[in-house]
Nanobody
Framework: QEQLVDSGGGLVQAGGSLRVACATSKMVIDTYTLGWFRQPPGLEREFVGA????????YYSDKVEGRFSISRDRNKNTMYLQMNNLQPEDTAVYYC?????????????????WGQGTQVTVST
């Protein structure tokens, strides 16, 4: 059973920036597609973005395209989600997840391992 540990959430004002991190094992960081999902209060969990295992190609949802970026540091076994120009609607619990190669990165069911989540709150 692989572990993913989310960290870095917090409270930020609208227009601000925050970076959350996902620490995992060497095997996962090197061979899995890694994704970020979020669950806003009272809503279902939704896809935020993913980075493909083979070539680090990033994909983003329309809601965050141009504001968020995903990166992977293979030396630190950590994935990052850099969030800029945050808005109150970005308030959510953010989860990282890992999927085996070949899975559709947009769907929750593609992911085998999940972090515990980290709260991001954006105030007006």
């Amino acid at each position: 059973q692989e572990q993913l540990v989310d960290s870095g959430g917090g409270l930020v004002q609208a227009g601000g920036s925050l970076r959350v991190a996902c620490a995992t094992s060497k095997m996962v960081i090197d061979t899995y597609t890694l994704g970020w999902f979020r669950q806003p209060p009272g809503l279902e969990r939704e896809f935020v973005g993913a980075i493909i295992w083979l070539d680090d190609t990033p994909y983003y949802s329309d809601k965050v395209e141009g504001r968020f970026s995903i990166s992977r540091d293979r030396n630190k076994n950590t994935m990052y989600l850099q969030m800029n120009n945050l808005q109150p609607e970005d308030t959510a619990v953010y989860y990282c997840a890992a999927a085996r190669p070949g899975q559709n990165h947009k769907y929750e069911r593609s992911y085998d391992y999940w972090g515990q989540g980290t709260q991001v709150t954006v105030s007006t």
